[in-house]
């Protein structure tokens, strides 16, 4: 028997309906607030992450998903969404147009990660991205529209983090200090903290082995060396939460794993997940645009780790599943026919419908229904055709109403449209 690739999944109906819900409050929540939705190709060329996410990252080094195309140019499966995003709002030249563009994205990313529960080789994200804006309220914005995403979708128990890892003119001196304090430590720190301790030392804070952990937990604070201008932002983005009373905690060892982040840089954290704990990692990236071909123009933006936020609905044990408004049960070869006629005719009115053409019991039918969780059952068989009547039972209250064939789909339509959650 063929089975799924070690770190993939299938997402099965009885699960798929929470990823719809999701999707469905998100994609209005983000056009509530002006956001437009873009979809990127899964292929890209590899340099476009090698040069955004940085060459020395776990993600470029070890977790891609690269190989040669048929003229042996490096391409790879994406492993992050904002250098795909970046690299379209550069391509199309919508900063021609008006370098202030909002955009979200939905889609599958793929990491060669090791598998564990909450982290898969292929995972999905939602992000939102402002690009022109170099504002600190663009910041505000955007934290705390995924604020009300998670409160429409009635997610509790999260932290926002948030931190500031400076600009270009502040961060080469806290560099140097950091590196100087990193030296001292060598023999306390793990073999990739050595290994990028000289290109990028920040990364070191971010690493999560325990010994590495201990080791720099005294080291200079990246807050205590920003620049005025740094912060100035960071002061007006703590302000702005607060007027929004957006509760947060600043934690001065966040930098985030992609190199490409400046400033403002968050995490929603959570304690329901065991070790990975963050659901939304995002900030400001005011440098990549330019890094990456285009004119200089700030963004900020953040990513959704979608699969850690269905775990953590999950959790909550509400049913998202699918069920039919109405369960069609034929009594009779002569009555199949009509049946197939009502499902289609249904089905384009906007009720959901399942049907039985077993030609079993009405006993068997009606447990099938009631499996189902069908809100009504219509019931059609020789007699009622003889009678021009079909009967149709409410399944919670028990009721049973005639229904004339004549008019049935309509009839049906108006009866049960509160049951059908506002389709038309």
Known sequence: MIQLIRGFKDILPGEIEIWQHIETVARSLFEDFNFREIRLPVLEHTELFARAIGGDTDIVEKEMYSFPDSKGNPISMRPEATAGIVRSYIQHKFY???????????????????????????????????????????????????????????????????????????????????????????????SDCLRRRDSNPLRVLDCKVPTCKEATKDVASMLNHLCPACVDHFDHVKSGLKGLDIDFVVDSRLVRGLDYYTRTVFEMKTTRLGAQDAVVGGGRYDVLVEMLGGPSQPATGFAIGFDRLVELMEQDSEDYGSTPDLFIATLGESSQENA?????????????????????????????????????????????????????????????????????????????????????
Not at 407 to 420: A, F, M, T, Y
């Open 96 to 190: 021609a147009v008006d370098p202030v563009q909002k955009f979200y994205f939905i889609g599958p990313i793929f990491r060669r990660e090791r598998p564990q529960k909450g982290r898969y080789r292929q995972f999905y994200q939602i992000n939102a991205e402002i690009f022109g804006v170099g504002s600190p309220y663009a910041d505000v914005q955007l934290i705390h529209m995924l604020r009300c995403l998670f409160d429409r979708l009635s997610v509790g128990d999260t932290t926002l983090v948030i931190n500031s890892i400076g600009c270009p003119e502040c961060r080469p001196t806290y560099k140097k200090t950091l590196l100087k304090e990193l030296n001292a430590l060598s023999d306390h720190l793990c």
């Open 340 to 424: 197939v006629r009502w499902s289609c005719d249904l089905g384009r009115a906007g009720v959901r419908t399942e049907m039985d053409l077993s030609g079993r019991s009405l006993k068997s039918m009606m447990k099938r229904a009631n499996r189902l969780g069908a809100a009504y059952v219509l019931i059609a068989g020789d007699k009622e055709f003889e009678e021009g009547e079909a009967i149709l039972r409410d399944m919670s209250t028990k009721e049973q109403f005639q229904i004339p064939m004549s008019d049935l789909v309509e009839s049906i339509r108006e009866r049960i449209r509160p049951v059908s959650l506002g389709r038309s």
